[in-house]
């Protein structure tokens, strides 16, 4: 069976995809044909793209930490009061001095170090990645060239990395025009489509907005949510996953991902629709239209994970709640 894999940008929360792709391997689907993602998606999907395997990629995920990947040494300081207000003046300094609170230098040095001088037309598996050039408007989808440069530039968070520079084009964030880049995999027209959104929008409180930063990432995803409500509805299947955390709260990376893992496992008859053979999928639409079965099987009041908003599915006729 040949489908798509479409991984959305999060920061963080994008560790939840791992948990996904843990699931699918769990359940023995086939590897997919073209994956296409942004920020944290489009990681974690190069990753997936070039061999490795979930396990992999957990393993990695608990081990990092985000003060290795950042130049400014005030952000490697502990996490004190006295640390914040060096890190607070430290940051003011940078943004007036500069485009970002980082260089990216490190970050980019990482990702040199994982993928080497790897093209991205070299993969085993077809990928893509989007970027945002804040010249045009305009998003910029990555599917040749180097890995590295494209990955860097799809993870460009406005004002914390700073942005690439690349053909007259200042390029930052895939997530400012183009989140879940279903429309990217649409395009490549390599079957179903499989996403994984761990950042849907949800009404926000005025006791998380007591800041300059949650003031700026609430921004950020008021923006993408807006541009991403077309490409969300191309998706066969979207699962969803979130616990409300910042794009860069690291800490626990085992609890996101096996968040990701329950929202896949609460979505198996969904999964099972999915990955069924064409055949499978006429017969059971000519079922449903004779009256002999729903239309999909709903999640369960009680399918919920305490805490959290309730993950799962959506096929693209369900509306949001």
Request: include cysteine; aromatic fraction near 6%.
């Amino acid at each position: 069976m040949r489908w798509s894999l479409v991984l959305s940008g999060g920061g963080a929360r994008g560790l939840a995809h791992i948990g996904i792709i843990r699931e699918l391997e769990r359940r023995g689907v086939p590897r997919p044909s073209f994956i296409a993602g942004t920020s944290m998606g489009a990681l974690l999907g190069a990753m997936y793209a070039s061999g490795w395997d979930g396990a992999r990629l957990e393993e990695y995920a608990r081990g990092f930490e985000l003060r290795d990947f950042l130049e400014n040494p005030a952000f490697k300081l502990p996490d004190m009061m006295l640390s914040r207000l060096v890190q607070a003046g430290s940051a003011i300094s940078s943004l007036l001095r500069g485009r970002s609170l980082d260089s990216g230098a490190r970050a980019r040095a990482e990702l040199a170090r994982i993928f080497g001088n790897t093209s991205i037309e070299d993969l085993p598996i077809p990928f893509a990645c989007t970027a945002t050039d804040l010249i045009s408007g305009m998003p910029v989808v990555f599917d040749s060239g180097s890995l590295v440069d494209a990955l860097r530039a799809s993870m460009s968070f406005p004002g914390v990395f700073a942005p690439v520079l690349r053909d007259g084009m200042i390029l930052v964030d895939g997530g400012v025009l183009d989140n879940l880049p279903c429309d990217v995999a649409k395009a490549r027209k390599v079957g179903r489509i499989l996403a994984s959104d761990v950042s849907p929008f949800e009404p926000a409180t005025p006791e998380s907005l007591t800041n300059g930063i949650a003031l700026m990432f609430r921004c950020f995803d008021v923006a993408s949510s807006h541009a991403q409500k077309e490409a969300d509805s191309m998706a066969d299947l979207t699962l969803y996953s979130t616990d409300g955390r910042s794009p860069f709260q690291f800490e626990d990376a085992g609890a996101i991902i096996e968040l990701g893992q329950r929202s896949a496992s609460l979505a198996a008859a969904d999964l099972d629709s999915f990955f069924a053979s064409a055949p499978i999928r006429a017969a059971k639409r000519v079922a449903e239209a004779l009256g002999f079965s729903r239309s999909r099987r709903r999640r369960a009041p009680g399918n919920r994970v305490p805490g959290n908003r309730v993950p799962g599915s959506r096929e693209p006729s369900d509306q949001r709640a």
